[in-house]
């Protein structure tokens, strides 16, 4: 059935190119290579992973446009099967249509999508609306899609309606989707977002239930019933700009949080609550960001910068404008400890020294053609401590560009 779903969406897009021509396409790709070891080898075991994805925009007409986005993430090219097959996980991040209508004080985007559509948590729908920079946290970064982490999964199949204003830049959007966030049923999403983005003031916020659609009630086959529902919420802040002396930057968010109406409970898991607080520092020359986080194993998983689900990060660099190009060199520092959650900050007797994760991170980037090339060297210092020197170095090489 997906697969049916995902045809005729394919076929709807390019039917579309069809009736309207394709006036014009603006697109990203980018690419990483990962050069590490196999954390779950007692024994060095060297890792060549490769991280891309591919992002592009087909204007039909001033009012129709649609986009693709899709992510690949491979096991380790360094084995015999690398000159046959090797597995991959490939990921279909966002295919959408989007309809705009102009009204005397307000535009109204109207889009259908697959995948996640201006996820929470990525600063893509401040970006799209309002033609802001980005705003998203350093330490967020990942090659898999052109948004960094997401608070909750605002993923599926399903439509979403957004409302932006044209004298002040607000806006305020209703989505509805169908996912499988629940391990029995198809789930029913209802989300509400709002956002503004003021010279000094930046936020975007996003609300919703989902309610799974059982085929049993009471032991009997029904057509839906729903004995449950879940909720999830997120938030982004920026008090300031990227170019204050000082900022502060937030997220928030909680992810199926359940309700049972018959039970008259509420459960939050601590291990689906995000939270990150980042002050930073601007003195006209160079950047310092301090970084506290809690995040979900499941996001930390997919970023380049951390390793471990609680923790303090670091981050000074600085960028250098020359006559021909623009540099940034930088660094980060920081330590943490996997597998801690919100819950065990008390009593703090449940952390041992002996498991904190120290590293430093150089990187550099610059512009190179239409792209940039970034490099970045990771030094794991406990694995010195645990005796695994060959563990303890991670390079990362990745280059993105505009088509």
């Not at 996980?89 to 309809?99: A, K, P, Y």
């Not at 209802?190 to 003021?198: C, K, P």
């Amino acid at each position: 059935m997906k697969k049916e779903f995902l045809v005729s969406i394919l076929l709807l897009v390019s039917a579309a190119s069809r009736v309207f021509g394709v006036t014009a396409f603006t697109g990203y790709a980018g690419g990483k290579l990962n050069q590490g070891a196999n954390e779950q080898a007692d024994d060095y075991e060297g890792e060549l992973k490769l991280q891309a994805f591919f992002a592009g925009q087909f204007n039909f007409n001033q009012n129709v446009w649609s986009h693709l986005e899709f992510s690949i993430d491979t096991d380790n090219l360094l084995t015999d099967e690398i000159f046959k097959k090797t597995p991959a996980q490939f990921r279909i991040d966002e295919l959408s249509i989007t309809g705009k209508m102009t009204f005397t004080s307000i535009v109204n985007y109207l889009s259908a999508f697959i995948g996640m559509y201006d996820p929470i948590g990525s600063d893509i729908l401040l970006q799209r609306y309002f033609g802001i920079e980005g705003i998203a946290s350093k330490v967020t970064d990942s090659w898999l899609g052109t948004g960094n982490s997401i608070l909750y999964p605002q993923w599926g199949i399903g439509v979403a309606d957004v409302l932006k204003s044209y004298t002040l830049p607000t806006l305020i959007g209703l989505y509805a989707y169908v996912n499988s966030e629940d391990p029995e049923y198809k789930v029913f999403n209802i989300d509400l977002r709002g956002a503004l983005s003021f010279h000094y003031f930046t936020m975007d916020l996003a609300a919703g239930l989902g309610a799974p659609l059982a085929d049993k009630s009471q032991g009997k086959d029904v057509i839906v019933a729903i004995n449950k529902l879940y909720w999830h919420m997120g938030s982004t802040l920026l008090i300031g700009n990227n170019y204050t002396a000082a900022s502060l930057f937030s997220q928030l968010g909680i992810n199926n949080a359940s309700i049972e109406p018959k039970a008259n409970t509420m459960a939050v898991s601590p291990e689906t609550c995000y939270f990150l607080i980042e002050p930073r520092f601007y003195n006209g020359v160079g950047h310092t960001h301090v970084s506290l986080y809690i995040l979900p194993k499941n996001t930390v998983s997919e970023l380049m910068i951390l390793d471990d689900t609680m923790g303090i990060n670091l981050n000074i660099f600085q960028n250098v404008n020359t006559r021909n190009n623009l540099f940034t060199i930088g660094m980060h520092f920081g330590a943490g400890f996997d597998d801690k959650y919100i819950d065990d900050l008390l009593p703090p007797d449940s952390f041992n020294i002996s498991d904190l994760h120290a590293y430093v991170i150089p990187y550099f980037s610059t512009n190179i053609l239409a792209g940039s090339l970034n490099t970045a060297l990771k030094i794991k210092f406990h694995e010195f401590v645990n005796k695994k020197p060959g563990k303890a170095f991670v390079i990362d090489l990745g280059y993105k560009c505009k088509l």
